[in-house]
């Protein structure tokens, strides 16, 4: 069956959605020619059964071998790969991003699936520890998965948000409630499809939808652990929760990334690599840039070749290959966009290029556009736009750009464009954000998916990716097997024979292990 059909009512699809409130959900495509199937919505009592489902998936689940998993790994790399044209289409649709951009969320799951084939396995398994007296305690670290993962998603990479953190829960032994953002649920749908053909039991992923203040805090309250990823507003209200009921949650928030161009930098060739980080998805990115520090010296030169390849950047609104940037996915966040522009210019902000809503090629389709005279006090040189909206400032520092690119409340992405690599990795130490790009945007970091990624201050907490995106998902067990004398005195003990015996035992310590 192709999803082309596949996104029509009464869609096989739909039976790995726990739904039976009656209601339903009719999405708009930000594609004009576009239709998209209407979506049962889930209740309270749905999303408890879902989590009961999922924990009696978990029962099962949680025992099986690593090998198993990762089987369910390798062949879901395949699949994506082969079912691609079908899956681009389905992202496409539901989001108006262009057709590059949709192939890397794939290709970000791919990465993601071989990763945790390959490594999962020596992540999580036991490890031997020194123990409370060396020779005769024999310490272990075990690593149990936490049981019922509630991954919250958003609808701006919703294939890859949907996918990346359920694939590292589920490596590690747990079942996963899957709550997509309703813009975006047959991306989310077509990725427990995918998993179900790899092989994974039906069951140990199951989803549910409905909006976020309702059913997604439903399943706050219900999950055993939360991986949530969205804006810092609704973070805050989910670490309430979740710190009412003391579970663990990862918090995947938003950003005001800031790149950084010294002087030394070669114009010519990474004017390109600031606009893809600026213009990716739209701008509606996470790690995507929305402000340029550019060393005074280069700054004019930098902004005209800047601005003239902006102004070439091709837009469409379109199922397929041909055009660099596509829609913004729904009409109330355009409107989010134009009136932050519009705030921006009411406060003094120039528009370079760029700031109209181009009905003439789609309906929700926004100009990339470059703003200058941007200074602190106004809104936009702070708050997140999520959208294809940069500003570019000159600086007359180093010490300067740090400061003004560190002056906010985020820090989840930043890049240093620069011929120095020990210079970058000085500006990098001093970056107050959880990802470092060097003479790149945000794919170097992005597409490292060996290495932890994550927000600081207002961006979230917890990372993904890499061993602490797998082993967030575990709780760590120490078993300590005594053998020989016990640690502990026991009462009624002669206390300054045993104390004299803790001692020697510290400076035996000290002899074999700390010194
Ligand atoms: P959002 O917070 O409005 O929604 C995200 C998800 O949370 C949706 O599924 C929504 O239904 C659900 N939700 C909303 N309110 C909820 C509540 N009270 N309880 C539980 N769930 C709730 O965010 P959005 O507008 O969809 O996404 C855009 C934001 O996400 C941007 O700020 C962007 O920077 C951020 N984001 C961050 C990352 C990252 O990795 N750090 C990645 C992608 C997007």
Not at 82 to 101: I, M
Not at 273 to 290: D, R, W
């Amino acid at each position: 069956m192709s999803l082309q059909s596949a996104v029509m009512q009464n869609n096989p699809l739909l039976r790995h959605i726990v739904a039976t409130s009656g209601d339903q959900f009719q999405g708009i495509s930000p594609i004009p020619t576009e239709a998209v199937a209407p979506i049962p919505i889930s209740d309270d009592t749905d999303v408890k059964n879902a989590v009961s489902y999922a924990r009696q998936a978990f029962e099962l689940w949680s025992y099986t071998s690593m090998s198993e998993r990762e089987k369910v790994m390798r062949k879901l790399q395949k699949l994506v790969m082969r079912q691609r044209h079908e899956l681009l289409d389905v992202v496409q649709r539901e989001t108006g991003k262009a057709r590059a951009h949709a192939l890397e969320e794939l290709v970000h799951v791919v990465m993601t699936a071989r990763f945790l084939e390959k490594n999962a396995a020596d992540v999580i398994k036991t490890r031997s520890r020194n123990g409370a007296v060396p020779f005769m305690t024999k310490t272990t670290v075990n690593h149990m998965p936490v049981g019922v993962v509630g991954v919250i998603a958003p609808w701006n990479y919703p294939f890859s948000l949907a996918m990346i953190d359920t694939l590292a829960a589920i490596m590690a032994g747990n079942s996963v409630v899957l709550k997509p953002d309703l813009q975006t649920t047959w991306s989310a749908l077509n990725a427990v499809r995918l998993l179900e053909q790899a092989g994974l039991p039906e069951g140990v992923v199951t989803v549910v939808t409905g909006d976020g203040p309702s059913v997604g805090k439903a399943l706050v309250e219900q999950a055993d652990y939360i991986c949530f990823t969205g804006s810092t507003e609704t973070g805050r209200a989910i670490a309430q929760q979740v710190g009412e009921r003391l579970i663990n949650a990862s918090l995947e928030l938003g950003g005001k990334n800031a790149m950084i161009v010294c002087a030394d930098a070669d114009i010519d060739r990474f004017v390109d690599v600031a606009l893809s980080s600026c213009f990716t998805s739209a701008g509606q990115l996470c790690v995507s840039t929305e402000r340029i520090y550019i060393a005074n010296e280069i700054f004019d030169a930098f902004k005209s070749a800047f601005v003239a390849r902006a102004k070439e950047i091709t837009l469409g609104s379109h199922l397929g290959w041909g055009y660099d940037m596509g829609s913004i996915t729904s009409k109330e966040h355009l409107e989010r966009i134009v009136d932050a522009v519009k705030q921006a210019r009411s406060e003094g902000a120039v528009v370079e290029c760029g700031g109209n809503v181009r009905t003439d090629i789609g309906p929700l389709v926004f100009e990339p556009t470059v703003l200058t005279n941007v200074n602190r006090t106004m809104e936009i040189s702070h708050k997140e736009v999520f959208g294809p909206v940069v500003y570019l400032t000159p600086f007359s520092s180093i010490d300067q750009a740090i400061d003004m690119a560190n002056d906010n409340a985020y820090g989840l992405s930043a890049s240093i464009i620069t011929k120095n690599m020990r210079a970058a990795g000085d500006i990098a130490a001093r970056l107050n954000c959880g990802s470092i790009n060097v003479n790149e945007g945000f794919a170097a970091t992005f597409g490292s998916v060996e290495a932890p990624m994550g927000g600081m201050g207002q961006s979230g907490s917890g990372r993904r990716q890499g061993p602490e995106g797998i082993l967030r998902f575990t709780e760590a067990q120490t078993v300590s097997i005594q053998r020989g004398p016990t640690v502990s005195r026991k009462f009624g003990q002669h206390d300054k024979k045993w104390g004299r015996r803790m001692v020697l035992k510290v400076r035996l310590m000290r002899g074999s292990r700390l010194r």
